[in-house]
């Protein structure tokens, strides 16, 4: 893909933000989990006022990906004291397998190198294989789990770090 854009998301961003959101998480995730409890998360996780916090909060900073500007997908960046942490990263359906992942996991490694940052890590879902194999090829390794609630549904997120 040629013209790839990696722009800060702004305030004044909001619904554009919310809606890529809701689309890519739906796209992703939708048909392996209860109606229930996407809605649940999308209402709640995704819903203006969270993603309105999160974009005032000063750890965390969102991106959209844009190619030839159109909007592809975005990404969230959390900065932590040690690291930064991938929290998000979704592309549009009609986006994928381009190399925009891998544009913006690098994007994000330039970012904590930048701020002098020894590591990038991330969660993924146990049972995102696509996404695990995507993330071990580009160089991270797991470390650990934790718990991530989709409604009412606890799910296990595997903990994936990449030392830079």
């Known amino acids: 893909m040629k013209n790839v854009t990696i722009t800060p998301v702004t305030p004044t961003d909001l ?26 998360y999308l209402e709640h996780d995704l819903s203006r006022e969270q993603l309105g916090q999160e974009l005032v909060d ?4 969102f991106y959209f990906l844009q190619v030839d500007s159109q909007l592809a997908g975005y ?7 040690a690291d930064i942490e991938i ?5 549009r359906e009609g986006f994928q397998h381009h190399g925009l992942g891998r544009q913006f996991l690098k994007f994000t490694e330039q970012v904590a190198r930048e701020a002098g940052l020894p590591k990038v890590i991330l969660g993924v ?7 695990l194999a995507f993330y071990k090829f580009m160089g991270y390794h797991r470390y ?16 994936m770090e990449k030392d830079l």
């Open 15 to 40: 619904e554009q933000l919310r809606n890529v959101s809701v689309e890519t998480f739906t796209a992703t995730f939708g048909a392996v989990n209860t109606p229930e409890n996407l809605k649940a």
């Open 58 to 61: 000063s750890t965390a900073t």
């Open 125 to 131: 879902w146990e049972h995102n294989d696509n996404a």
């Open 75 to 81: 990404g969230k960046l959390l900065r932590h004291a």
């Open 144 to 159: 650990g789990a934790h718990t991530f609630k989709l409604g009412d549904d606890p799910q296990t997120d595997y903990l």
């Open 87 to 91: 929290q998000r990263v979704y592309v």
